[in-house]
């Protein structure tokens, strides 16, 4: 089993800008993609952005620009850095995280983005 932790939401005004962290412990050999997706009320859960072992990145056209994602191997941690945030960057953000065959999910942070 892998462990997501997540850290960094909180209340920002529109403008500002917000670090997330998602630290992986437990089981974590075979983990290749880790990212971020979002879920606001009412809506679907959403891609963010992901990143793999090897640093590529993918990111929603919503958030290109605006923030960035990157990873450290070695401790095993994600982070999106986000800047120029908006109202409707408010939502709880998820870290994931995925081997070959299974996916792993933290238990989210709230964002919330004041106009």
């Known amino acids: 089993q892998v462990q997501l932790v997540e850290s960094g939401g909180g209340l920002v005004q529109a403008g500002g800008s917000l670090r997330l962290s998602c630290e992986a412990s437990?089981?974590?050999?075979?983990?290749?993609?880790m990212g971020w997706y979002r879920q606001a009320p009412g809506m679907q859960r959403e891609l963010v952005a992901t990143?793999?072992?090897?640093?590529?990145?993918n990111y929603a056209d919503s958030v290109k620009g605006r923030f960035t994602i990157s990873r450290d191997n070695a401790k095993n941690t994600v982070y999106l850095q986000m800047n120029s945030l908006k109202a409707e960057d408010t939502a709880v953000y998820y870290c994931?995280?995925?081997?070959?065959?299974?996916?792993?999910w933290g238990q989210g942070t709230q964002v919330t983005v004041s106009s």
């Open positions: 990143v793999t072992s090897y640093g590529t990145t």
């Open positions: 994931n995280a995925r081997k070959i065959w299974s996916e792993y």
């Open positions: 437990g089981s974590i050999t075979g983990l290749n993609v």
